[in-house]
């Protein structure tokens, strides 16, 4: 029951569409027969007597003479289900002549039926009874790979199908198949190889040719030059690959028919073969492979054959001799070639190639290249292949009899021997290259093919990737050379016959890669460029296409002119620009059908199934159709054509040309019609949306428009159709014609001219969207129907945009009063009336005017948008309101309707303002005049004035759609104004003035440069001028028409934003003249970021404030003394740089600090370089006032090498300094006027000292001391500079009456007196970052707002990274994420809070963004420009320390300001109960009360993140000041370490008891033996060698501790766990891990620990530890080793 019901619907769906009807023949008693099937037919194919169906739901059926199946003996008269294909979607179906295929949604090809010519590309079988599948691989892919299958198409004898990459492939018998090969036949799938890398669109197969529907490119430029050609094919001599590393350069070229034309006598022929054997070479390596070929003589009649060759070549060729020029045999026998021969052939092309114009810098080298390896690879590698290489002639199917017959044929075709190639793949490869076209180029008359200057936007039609400057019906033939095709010798055509240089460059428009004139350059693969043009030409197909055609040609089928066969495929030229959307073939005749509805038929007319009677036959010619009949589907037989077409009504009509066949008996009776013939049934058969034709039957495929459907679609469909022919002929017949006359340009003008052209490039573009649309709008008749695909729909955008981009120009040419100076050059090219035009509009009225017939023929595309609202309107009512289809359909309609009502109201403005202008007679405002502005309102009578204007001046105010211009003058008449001003409406703010001086009818306008009020008439006029001027600023602004979505409301907001981005240039004198201004607007000042430009090349972007530069900013200044730009990077305040930031130099000096009120001021480094001074290079760090260096600073004199840190006073030294320099002096003392003047110390690298007085920079003029090495001194007063002669009156002191006590004390209290203290330093460093929290002077401010600051630098430090090229990683943006968070707690500080506290700075001074990162950096880097290089004096250690110990105590300041709660310093945290059981270092310590906790302390909170900063430097001055400790300690470690441990324990007074018995090496238990070395305690020496990769002595305090453990847990090991230490026995084991850990600068290492020690870890267990290392370090000093 429930399958009864299933069939009952589908039967019913079936009659509603999908209905079949077949007949055969066009007389008037033609009744069509219906094929009944439950279901609806999606497609059909048929043979010479049999059909196959494609139902919608991808079933197959089979009818008429199915003889391969068993059993079917009598043709089937009902469809026969194929039930092979059962279960498996089919989505395509072809007939050949005897065989059938089909392609399933998996990309697989099954065939069936005859396979005695391998046509269904099956083995050892004639007959093929059900579809099976044809495995089809890729055997040039590695690994192999299945090809996926698209479209097939059959023919008598052979097969084709279409790939998913768009290439062609074949298989089966005969020339058809276009491969190069003499084995049939070819049973397994073969690419065509010649259209390799081409986009194939489309296949069709014929009885015994092909065709090929082919994507073209557009033109290259025609500044690209050829390579050689050969003389008589035109073909490329050289082929060139460019792979990725190599490049292949052949020159294997041979002439497509094997022959070649020479001087020779008639009756003299060559005795070479033809294709001379030519070495194919690798420029990467030595590789090289020589292949040959022989070519059988296509007849006897060789001088016949020529002719047919070339028929109109003595027209095209002046070098052709007629029967001069005569034709090579070829023997059959195997050719010898030498060497000889082969040079001789390379010398002749040489000589040829003289006079040609080549691509390559040096060709002649590479000839000679070349030549010599052809030479050597010839010698050593060349094989003559002895095979015959011939084939009996093949067996031709009659097309009168089903049965085949055995017939010779008519022509013999020649065969190719096999070609003896390493790789085939390797000479065929072929890539794309992006050619480009003017915009605005128009082409030369001359050519004979007008052209217009239109470039096609892919991304606005989606024509497939490809742009055409032409956009014509003709061939553009303007380029002056050729394309290089990059074919080798496998994928030469043998029939490809240029005539001339521009046939090959039109033939080769779809090949997408080519050499260009600068040489070989590396581009992509082919498969890019064939899946972009399948991905945007989806919904709407491309227009630009070519056909290629090979085959046999005997009848002319081939289209090139001639009767010959072609064994690859060839351009037909004459179809190249023809916008070919379809090809068809039938048994011997072609047809092609355009976008315009036009269908081009050539070969076989015998029997009149061409459609006309031009001759030849064997080139297309358009069939003859009456005028206003649209064809839109075609279809070929055996010997009749079959058209679907567009006539008066929606409904299509059917046409039939060809053989009349006797009713009732299916045979043919002789006669014909030789034009197409209306078929009188068509009518009754319902919409068709399809023809089909085979043999001698016709099918067509109707649709009964029972919900309107259907018939909505049909109306849409044939409306585009005759909408785009419209459209053409405009083109072609107005717009070519009045573009290529020369009057229009003086007539129009130049910028005039311009805009017509630019209209007629948008013409054009709109033009070939509809074009594409109609064509798509078939396709979806055809096939499946979902309105959610229609292009108009899917695609509006580009519909929409298109509109609008013909609207602008056009509405711009009305302004202009084009249309009025175009009517003289059309009454000249269509006479006076223009009646053409009137034709094309099909107006009736009578006396238009010529410009108004003008103005409706190029506003006529636009009124086409209402039809499509309600084609979409009339189409929604065929759904329910609830359904997707119904609401997209709607909101489609919506957009076409609020679009025509937009460009309506675009032309309504364009007509009034140039009806504004030609009313207007005045000059003055003359130039105001532009194609883009429209007039939105005028003051008429004085219904708007100036305020305050004088008694005699008149005003007027007139509103465009981008400014208010004020007009004045002293004539009560608005035709002559004596000046006027513009202001622009992205910069014009508009207010109402409510003061009681002005009244309620004021406005108020504001412009960056001034403000004025204006008073209207009556409120109505007030609150129309200000609705208007908002709405035109909102609309300049771009949240107008142009800058949101459409909507039929149309409501607009109240008024326009305040705040708004614009630019503008100031006029009026101040900083700002000539000035500009690109960016944010508040209330006419720049207010935000934005950039500013002055005319004198300075340039500002940041930020503004009211007008003012204020904020971060980047300031580029030009420097025309040096020729280049001063730069400030940095912030600013009220126009003047104000805060931290950057200032590079003309003159190479880079300062880099705070700047205040345009100077430097604050702390900041200053870098001198080479260009500034060459003679000197410097670097200053310190603080500046007022532009000059003033208060603590270092300044490196690199070219002295000397290094002053001291204090500055105006730009010189003065006060308390300290000098270093390279060769080891240092001074340190005070300064006056920039030098050495006053009490001083002077101290050299050998300890000589002088303490007195200074008078010059090393002058010596006063009372001092001078202290010798030796302890010897001289007091008394010295005169005379140091290092030179030096007076001396005084007394000399011998340090004998010294005690060394009171030598050293003396010394030590010498060193530092005269510095600057450490509190002193970089105080402007730390004021400024007490500034950046918001303190006037440091501990004064609040704490919330230090904490706001913080919060405010990190967001506005964030943004301008993210503006940055140099992004933030993840990390760094979750850091300043956390450290967005403030730290939170209540009541007095705990442990935890502690530890919160230590990591929140962690982060902080881990980020330069947060006040606190950015002063731990500039700390760090103060402190290194002190200390290194010249600055790494030890006499600078102790000043070193100390500068630590300050920058500790005032950052724990700025710490405890952060955090109040914090206690003080030596503060006491108690540790909470859940830390209560960790126990770390800084814990280890207690208080006298025995309370676990921490103590604070600014070393314990802050050496762990600023020491290993600084420890570089800092370890540095401590390893030079003990230097002479650590060379005697280090030679008594080495002299130690040279003993075994035994040995060494004995000597270090170690008990017996604690040495090791055995010991664990690897698990390993070992004896201990006398010679054993570095082995005892080796845990412990391993622990201890770690303090040097400590930093903090808190870190090394702790190595120290962890070493003694691992000695207490070897000696409990061995004398069990109630062992307690004494020292007398821990010291010398001690000493002996010292001495066994080798610890380079220990000395060092000690003297740090115990200066930057915590006070709270000198006693106690690490203290008493720390104190037997350096007893062990002093101890190792004095150690007596001479024992050993």
Known sequence: MEEQKRYSEEEKTSEERGALYRWQGYSCTVSPEKLLLPRAVHHAALGINHGVLLTEDGLVYSFGDLYWRPGMKLQAVSPVLENSLRGQRVLGVSAGSFHCAAVTDDGVVHTWGENVDGQCGLSDLRLVPNPTPVSIVDEEAVPLKRVWILDVACGAQHTLVLSGKHEAWSWGTGCQLGLVTNMFPVRRAQKVEHLSGRHVLQIACGGFHSLALVHSLAPPESSQQCLDTCDQCRQPLYTVVDKDDHVIISDNHYCPLGVELTDAKEDQRSNQGSPAFKPKTELSGPDQQVFAGLLEDFGPDQKALDDN????????????????????????????????????????????????????????????????????????????????????????????????????????????????????????????????????????????????????????????????????????????????????????????????????????????????????????????????????????????????????????????GDSLPRLQPLCIKSLSNKEVIKVVAGSNHSLALTAQCQVYSWGSSKLGQLGHMNSPSTVPHLVKVSEGIRVWDVAAGQTHTLLLADGDCIQPILYYSGEQVQEGRGSQTGTCTQTPALLPFCMNLGYVSGVFAGGLTCLALADQNVTGFTGTLHELASAERKFYCTLSSVKSQILRPLLTRDSVGSCLGQSSMQLFQTVAGCFSRLCHLTGQHATSLTSFLQNSRDVKNLAILKKAAIFIDTYKEYSGPLGNFLVMG???????????????????????????????????????????????????????????????????????????????????????????????????????????????????????????????????????????????????????????????????????LATLWVEPISDENVGLLGLKLTTPEESFSVLACSPLEKGRWLRAINQAVDDVLGVGQNGRDLSLSGSQRAEPPISRTATYTFAKEGRLKDATYSGRWLSGKPHGKGTLKWSDGRVYCGTFKNGLEDGFGDYMMPNKTFNRFDRYKGHWKEGKMHGFGTYWYATGEVYEGSFQENQRHGHGMLSSGRLASPSSSSVFVGHWLSDKKAGYGIFDDITKGEKYMGMWLEDQRQGSGVVVTQFGLYYEGAFGNNKMMGPGLLLCDDDTAFEGEFSEDWVLNGKGVLTIPNGDLFEGVFVGEWGTELKVAGTFLKSLYETETEQKDRKTLQVGCYAVPAEQKWKAVFEECWRRLGCESPGRGENDRAWENIAVILTNRHRQQIDSPQTLSRSQRKMLESLEVIPQHSGPVTADDYDIIRRYLIKACDTPLHPLGWLLETLVTVYRMTYVGVGSNRRLLRQAVEEIQSYLSRIFQLVRFLFPALPEEGGFIPESSERAGSVSLTHSSQSDSSKEGVIVSSPSLLLPILLPRLYPPLFTLYTLEREREEELYWDCVLRLNRQPDQSLLTFLGVPQKFWPVSISILGEIKEVLPNTKDTCFATAVETLQQISTAFTPADKLQVIQLTFEDITQDVQAMLGQDFLWSMDDLFPIFLYIVLRARIRNLGSEVSLIEDLMEPALQHGELGLMFTTLKACYYQIQHEKTTCF
Request: aromatic content about 6%; overall charge positive; proline content about 4%.
């Open 309 to 560: 060759i070339c028929p109109s070549r003595k027209a095209l060729d002046g070098s052709y001799q007629g029967d001069a020029a005569k034709v090579e045999t070829f023997h059959q026998e195997p050719v010898s070639v030498s060497t000889t021969d082969s040079s001789a052939v390379l010398q002749k092309r040489q000589k040829r190639a003289r006079t040609k114009s080549s691509p390559y810098p040096d060709e002649q080298a590479l000839k000679d290249y070349l030549k010599r390896m052809s030479d050597q690879s010839l010698s050593e590698h060349l094989e003559a292949i002895s095979t015959e290489g011939s084939r009996p002639p093949s067996r031709q199917t009659s097309l009168k009899d089903r049965r085949r017959m055995e017939q010779p044929d008519k022509t013999m075709f020649p065969a190719l021997a096999a070609l003896a190639m390493r790789d085939a793949t390797e000479m065929s490869v072929i890539a794309p290259v992006t050619t480009q076209s003017s915009a605005n180029s128009v082409l030369s008359s001359q050519t004979g093919h007008d052209a217009l200057p239109i470039q096609i936007s892919e991304a606005k039609n989606g024509a497939s990737g490809d742009s055409d400057g032409a956009c014509d019906d003709g061939t553009a033939e303007n380029h002056s050379s050729e394309r290089k095709s990059l074919e080798a010798n496998k994928s030469a055509s043998l029939s490809d016959i240029r005539l001339e240089d521009t046939d090959r460059l039109s033939r080769t428009r779809s090949l997408p890669g080519f050499l260009s004139q600068g040489g070989l350059k590396n581009v992509g693969a082919v498969t890019s460029a064939t899946s972009e043009i399948s991905q945007k030409g989806h919904l709407l197909p491309s227009l630009y296409t070519e056909v290629w055609s090979w085959g046999r040609g005997q009848e002319g089928q081939l289209g090139h």
């Open 818 to 984: 084009g249309f009025q100076a175009l009517v003289k050059p059309s009454q000249e090219c269509f006479g006076k009336k223009v009646e053409l035009a009137q034709k094309l509009l099909e107006l009736k009225e009578k006396n238009v005017l010529p410009s108004d017939l003008l103005l409706s023929l190029f506003y006529m595309p636009l009124q086409h948008l209402r039809d499509y609202a309600r084609v979409l309107l009339k189409l929604s009512a065929c759904f329910h309101v609830s359904s997707v289809e119904y609401q997209r359909i709607q909101d489609g309609c919506l957009q076409y309707e609020v679009l025509a009502r937009l460009v309506s109201k675009q032309r309504k403005d364009a007509e009034a303002t140039h009806s504004f202008w030609k009313n207007f007679s005045g000059k003055s405002l003359e130039a105001l005049r532009k194609p883009s502005r429209r007039l939105l309102c005028e003051s008429v009578n004085k219904d708007l004035t100036l305020q305050n204007s004088g008694r005699f001046s008149v005003n007027s105010f007139i509103l465009f759609n981008d400014a208010l211009v004020h007009a004045q003058g002293t004539i009560s008449s608005k035709k002559f104004f004596s000046s006027h001003f513009i202001y622009p």
